[in-house]
Structure formats: structure tokens, C-alpha cells
């Protein structure tokens, strides 16, 4: 599973700058690096009115994806997943997801970001693993702001070095949803899988094999 660390914190305490630095750090030691982010707006100005992708938008296209030089840009409806499903169906050969927001994600580490006194996410939410604040908290792993360096440093010695991850062979989505497997399981479904497509040309080497089925209810025939 791609380890994933996400930075919350009330608004203007500094969080987008601390993950950013951290991002930038973690590509400056070879790291591959994915973000999300997580926002409560709407309308933001990405597929610009007057732009041909908005036009595409406003015509009613599900799915519109920009394909330039130097970005390639999908635009969707919002589909109902959690980060971690999100993570799994849509990233790729990343090493560390760095997000920003999620604070009521239960199954993901966060670090807290708080420029204010008054009392902390990290009292009210799960998983967050350490505080970035010129405050002195007792027996809570800190940092300060200042401290881009060591923060990114503690995201490689928890997560990217640990070797205890489980190795994931497969992933099953159905319906959109991810479905949980055993070893053994995702073990003969990859095997399975791999043994099929060793048979087809132009299959040599690979690394990773995607496969999409649909199926057809006897109403939709």
C-alpha cells in the first residue's frame, strides 16, 4: 500500500506552505510524489469559463482530460471515495502521497499544523502522528515551522524506509468500490492474471497490468 501522509490544521495556521516544502524536499531526494488535496469550495476557477474544456464540461461530458506538452489534466465528477480508494485506483508507481485536509480520514497518518493557542485537531481526530507549532507540548512528537527539513526526514524514516509494508500484488474495485483481499487471494488473482497475459504479444516485462471488465445486466441487454 502507498504510505500516505496528510497535513491538516485550521485555516491560515500554514499548512499548503509546510506541504509544499516538504513535497519539494522529497522530490530533491529522488522521491516520486503524489498530492491531494482536499477542499471545501466549489466553482474554483481550474476548467475556466470560456476555456474548450469547459465547454466540453458544460456540454455534459462525464469525464474531459487536457493532454498539453507538459501536464495532462482529467477533469470528473467527484466520484464517493474514500482517500485511500482514491489513492489506490487513481496513483500509481508514487512512493509517498502528501496531502493536505482529509482530518476525518480514520485510516491515514496526519500531521497537524496549528500557528494559534486554543486546542489542537489532534484532540478531536485520529491518526495524527505529529505537530508542527511554536508551541511546547508535552510528550507530542514537534516540530517547528522552520523545520521542513526534518519533517520530510521523519516522513521517509516512518514511511517510505519501512520495510514492514505488506506487498500488495492486486487491487479489486467493483463498482467503484474497493474490495478487501487475503494474500492468498490477491496472490492467485495476479498469478492468474500475469499467466493469461504471459501468452499475448507484446507483454514482455511487465510491471504492472491493469484490467477493466464490464458487465451487462440481462435489463441493459
Same mark, same amino acid.
Given at each position: ?10 485555516q491560515?495556521?500554514g499548512?499548503?506552505?509546510i506541504a ?22 466549489t ?22 482530460? $487536457?493532454?498539453? /506538452? %507538459? =501536464?495532462? &489534466?482529467? *477533469?470528473?465528477?467527484?466520484p ?10 487513481f ?20 500531521i497537524?499544523?496549528s ?12 491518526g495524527?502522528v ?11 512528537? $514537534?516540530?517547528? /515551522? %522552520? =523545520?521542513? &527539513?526534518? *519533517? ?28 478487501p ?9 495476479a ?31
Amino acid at each position: 500500500m502507498i504510505p500516505i501522509v496528510s497535513f491538516i490544521g485550521r485555516q491560515d495556521s500554514g499548512k499548503t506552505t509546510i506541504a509544499r516544502q516538504v513535497v519539494a524536499i522529497l522530490k530533491e531526494k529522488g522521491f516520486r510524489v503524489g498530492v491531494i488535496k482536499s477542499t471545501h469550495h466549489t466553482s474554483i476557477n481550474f476548467d475556466r469559463e470560456g476555456s474548450d474544456t469547459h465547454a466540453y464540461s458544460k456540454a455534459g461530458a462525464d469525464i474531459v482530460a $487536457l493532454h498539453a /506538452p %507538459d =501536464q495532462m &489534466v482529467t *477533469i470528473s465528477h467527484p466520484p464517493e471515495m474514500k482517500l485511500t480508494d482514491i489513492v489506490h485506483r487513481f496513483f500509481h508507481d508514487i512512493d509517498i502521497i502528501i496531502g493536505e485536509g482529509f482530518k476525518n480520514e480514520r485510516h491515514i497518518s496526519k500531521i497537524e499544523v496549528s500557528r494559534e493557542d486554543g486546542e489542537l485537531l489532534k484532540d478531536q481526530v485520529n491518526g495524527v502522528v505529529a505537530v508542527v507549532t511554536e508551541r511546547n507540548l508535552p510528550g507530542e512528537t $514537534l516540530f517547528r /515551522p %522552520d =523545520q521542513a &527539513v526534518d *519533517i520530510a526526514q521523519f516522513i521517509i524514516e516512518r514511511y517510505i524506509q519501512d520495510k514492514d509494508q505488506p506487498d500488495v500484488k492486486a487491487v479489486l474495485f467493483v463498482n467503484g468500490k474497493k474490495i478487501p483481499m487475503k494474500g492468498f487471494v490477491q496472490e492467485a488473482l495476479a498469478g492468474s492474471v500475469q499467466g493469461f497475459i504471459s501468452s499475448l504479444k507484446k507483454t514482455e516485462n511487465p510491471q504492472t497490468i491493469e484490467l477493466r471488465i464490464s458487465l451487462k445486466s440481462k435489463e441493459q441487454q
